[in-house]
């Protein structure tokens, strides 16, 4: 468990694939209960101990999760992730190389929990929900290109679900039409950067990690 940002009030980690932010119908411990436990031993806590869930990213995906230690700081960062206040930034190593190198991508999406997966569908369909995203190429190599991806919306599997339908699906994610599996069971996208004011002290956050390996070697 690789913890980016701690202060009093919140926490940052950089989630493997394969992790899972939640408790889920798996029984496999999520990063929650993990933090609880460092937090419990690191400071000494008698009883339980307070880790608040703020956002979650898919269990294959990679990347930073905000965690609140407080109350205080969970239901002000709740509110500030209704108002897209809390900015996050992609980084999605897909096949093939999209149409064109920038653009706003604009679909309805349907989910089916019973399969956990989403569905590109009609506006008119009931429960359908509007789902905007922009990307930007990063760099091009022979069979993937790297794709800086900003969510206007924050749908499940919403990333996965569009750069799919475009005809570029990430690499590693066979649910939503990739060629192959990555060795690692993941998919190449990855939680990249968040921006955000402190909830607390206001001051401003702003964090940025590392590609992944695979998109490194389309930088280099």
């Known amino acids: 468990m690789e913890i980016i940002y701690e202060d009093n009030h919140i926490i940052i980690v950089n989630k493997d694939c394969g992790e899972i932010v939640q408790g889920d119908k798996t029984g496999d411990t999520p990063l929650s209960e993990l933090l609880k436990k460092y937090l419990k031993e690191k400071y000494n806590k008698p009883g339980n101990v307070f880790c608040g869930v703020v956002h979650r990213i898919d269990r294959p995906v990679s990347g930073l999760v905000i965690f609140a230690k407080t109350s205080k700081a969970l239901e002000r960062l709740n509110r500030m992730l209704r108002e897209g206040?809390?900015?996050?930034?992609y980084w999605a190593l897909v096949e093939g190389k999209p149409a064109k190198d920038k653009d706003t991508l604009e679909n309805y999406l349907v989910s089916n929990g019973r399969i956990n997966k989403t569905f590109i569908a009609d506006p008119t369909y009931k429960d359908a929900k509007k789902s905007v995203l922009n990307y930007k190429t990063i760099a091009n190599g022979e069979r993937y290109t790297l794709l800086e991806v900003n969510?206007?919306?924050?749908?499940k599997h919403q990333i996965r679900a569009q750069l799919s339908n475009m005809g570029n699906p990430i690499k590693g994610d066979l649910k939503y039409g990739a060629r192959r599996s990555n060795r690692d069971s993941g998919i190449s996208l990855q939680a990249h950067k968040?921006?955000?004011?402190?909830?607390?002290?206001?001051?401003?956050i702003c964090i940025e990690i590392p590609p992944t390996p695979d998109a490194e070697m389309l930088l280099k």
């Open 194 to 204: 968040i921006e955000f004011i402190h909830p607390v002290s206001k001051t401003p």
């Open 151 to 155: 969510l206007l919306t924050g749908r």
């Open 85 to 89: 206040e809390i900015h996050k930034t």
